[in-house]
């Protein structure tokens, strides 16, 4: 057929999109669940919960529209990811739904509250990890056949792919604490201040730990980075001035910037893990190209996308606003 | 012996879809309802319909939230355990999921914060706004869904290349020939089954005598929609089953448990198919009305499943009686429509215990026949996964293991045991507390805990204080 776009660039966008959507949005309602054993007492979980509570459902709606634009837009990701990942698939979404059961749960619950707080607690702590996993088994590349998965069961659980999923844990927690210096006041923000800094530094150390171990990893990125200086150098430069804003935000008392700041420090890591592996969308074999749907299924599916996606993004934002300021004792 | 991953896929994605289609058939209706009802306290200002409202949207969270956190799993199944098929089919699947996303589930779980904690945060007809807005997306999501799954039973508009689908004409495949009937059948079981629920519920509070003239408001609105709902569902499925012996002729003919082609077929009302030697044991029939109620002709000609060989044939024993178990569902149904209209002369059916109690027993009957009939559907589709194209074996991951596959199989049992219990002990204890608890002044703990559609519901869960 007469291809007067190349949709398949369009799609990456897209889908890019709505990946790093999820896990900024789901990141921080999910950090809450990381941060919940940790906090200072159980009025302060209360408060955390509820900060999240009437958004973290649409949050994770992004999840299904990542899995299901992949689908439509790039299925080969979709049936070799899934394939490989399916114990680490089974685990985070088992995460998910305990802990999505403990949202509703936990306040009417007295004598056995404490189960759904670990259920909170553990729930969001094996998805998140799953999930940083998933980025580490993309980085490694997978076993592949004639666009078929041929690797065994557990070829994601590897040294690195358990950096990169204790890696994605400490970074949600950053951003739920910085969410919730944004949302709360008094005692428990003073309280998220001080986790911002720790986790920070934590951060910081995993970003190190895996700049190095990646190019060893996949000699194509060692490649790509060290062979001269090219524009992607920015990227990291832009993590680390993130870095340094939510460092001197916090320094400060400010109360929006933090999570603003972290917001960047994720956006800019993510596209440094896009630039590394550029155009390979299943690695080590198959590039975008090769793992794009049929080029009318991309057309039709983008006209709609074209046509509804801003009235999505204005009712989200709406709601978001109905449920804005600060959380307080509970009330919104 | 050596595990199937295979047998084993296949129970684990028949366990997480049945556990699925429980809340959904439930939801879709009762978001209707719950529109209703607010549309009519906005017009009418009568306080009634704002008690049942708020009540019934306690309800509905609870089996909301179910219905989300099964539902992520299942977007998630396909490319587990069916990768093989979803790649072959990504062109057609992958776009019309995606459109379910984009239309449906953004759009519900938008609105449904404002549905459930925005009562007093926007006015009155913001939240009808947000009342419609929630059933909206679940007609939405329903029209996606079926269309995927119609298409896996009656496949249109595609061409088969390399071994992968491509759409030739959107249009045939997602109006393909059994979408239409099966999205009438659909959402005509989602609101019968919205209906007997709110009748059985209602009947339980008034032989309680327990906000009497709101349940009793309830359970008259529910009894009319059931006189009427109930015989089109009959007329609706019959033409449905015209329609499959048009395109499926071996899943008709297991139902029929007729295993020979003929003409002037008996219709069985009981039977034991003996799939192995090909025929039926302890026949109970009646002469001649098979052929009549499929072909419209005494004698007319009904295929059987000798047509094909025994190892394409579907599980005889279970399309056969599951398909009895729905029918028998549906004229219970439309028994009792009748009952509550005979009984409606000097308000009787507001006093018959008899009445009342089989209400109660019969809020359990959408499900069962909503179960069965989707096991007709898919069971009798085997061995195809897409029906004469493609098979279940073809549709799997390769790379499946049959460890891999009953460790997540044993894994989602467990998981969806807790999930399920907790989730029915909670609904027993709004259903217990009633329009009064529902109604009751919210203090500020109350607020406090209200911020999670199961939360909503003002009732506490293990009893305690
Ligand atoms: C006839 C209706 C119907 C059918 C056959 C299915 N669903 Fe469903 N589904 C719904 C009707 C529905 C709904 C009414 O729209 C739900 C129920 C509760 C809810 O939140 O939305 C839902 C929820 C729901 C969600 C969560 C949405 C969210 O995040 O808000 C997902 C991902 C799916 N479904 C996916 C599926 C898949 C992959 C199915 C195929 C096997 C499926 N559903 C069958
Ligand atoms: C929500 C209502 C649904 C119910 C209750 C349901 C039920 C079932 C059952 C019982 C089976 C097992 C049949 C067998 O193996 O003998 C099955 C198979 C299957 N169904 Fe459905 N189904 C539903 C909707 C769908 C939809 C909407 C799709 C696709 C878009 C779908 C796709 C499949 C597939 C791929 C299989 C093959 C796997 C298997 O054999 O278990 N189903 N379904
Ligand atoms: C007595 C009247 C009924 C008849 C003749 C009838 C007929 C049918 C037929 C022939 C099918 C299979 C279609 C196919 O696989 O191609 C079916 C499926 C189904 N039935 Fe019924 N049905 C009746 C009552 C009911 C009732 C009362 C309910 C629920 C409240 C129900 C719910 C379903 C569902 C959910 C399916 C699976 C989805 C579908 O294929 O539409 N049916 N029905």
Redesign the interface.
Known sequence: MEQPFDLVIIWAGIIGFSVMMYVLMDGFDLGQGILYPFAPDDHSR?IM??SV???W??N??W???G???????F??V???????L??G??LM??G???R??A??????????KYIWDWAFAGGSFVATFAQGAVVGAYVQGFATDN???????FDWLTPFTIITGLGLVAGYALLGSTWLIMKTEGELQQWAYRVTLRLLVLVLLVFAIISIYTPFVDAGVMERWFHGFSIIWFLPLLALYSAYLIYSSVKKQQEGLPFVATMGLFLFTYLGLLASKWPYLVPPDYTLWDAA??Y??QL??LL??LF??PF?LG??A??YW??RGKVK???? | MELDPLLLSRIQFAFVVCFHAIFPVFTIGLASFIAVLEALSLKTGNPLWQRLSKFWIQVFA?VF?MG??????M??Q???NW??F??AT??????V???????A???E??????LL??RD??PQGVHLFAAMMVALGTFISSFWILSANSLMQTPDGLVLRDG?Y??AS?TDAIFNPSFGYRFLHMALASFLTASFVVAGVSAWFIMQKRELAANKKALSISLWLILILAPAQVVVGDFHGLNTLKHQPMKVAAMEGNWETGTGVPLLLFALPDQENQQNLFEIKIPKLASFILTHDWDGEVPGLNEVAPEMQPPVFIVFWAFRVMVAMGMLMVLFGLAGLWLRRGDRYLESKPFLNGLRVMSLSPFIAVLSGWIVTETGRAPWLIYEQMTHAQGL?????G??AL??LI??VL?YAM?FS??VF?LMSVFRGGLETANAEQT??D???A?????A?N????G??
């Open positions: 209360d919960m509820n509570a009437p958004v459902d649409g994770e709606t999840l299904v529209m899995g299901a634009g992949l689908l439509g837009a299925p080969l979709y049936s070799v990811f899934l394939p490989a399916y114990i698939v089974f979404l088992a998910l739904i305990f999505g059961v949202f509703e749960f936990r306040f009417k619950a007295n004598t056995t666009f078929v998965y041929v690797g065994g069961a749907s049929a009318e299924s039709f599916l709609g996308f509804v996606i999505v009712y989200i709406w709601s109905i449920f004792g509970g009330y919104h | 609870v939230g989300v956190v099964s539902g992520i799993v977007s998630f396909f490319g587990t990768s093989n979803s790649y990504a062109n057609f699947l992958g776009p999921l995606s459109y379910e996303v984009i239309t589930f953004f759009l779980a938008a609105f449904l914060g404002v904690f925005g945060k926007v992968l491509y759409v959107w991951t390769p790379s499946l293991t460890g891999m460790f997540t894994g989602y998981v999930v907790a989730g909670y500020d703990s607020v406090e805990k911020q999670r559609p199961i939360s519901a009732a506490n869960l293990d305690g204080l």
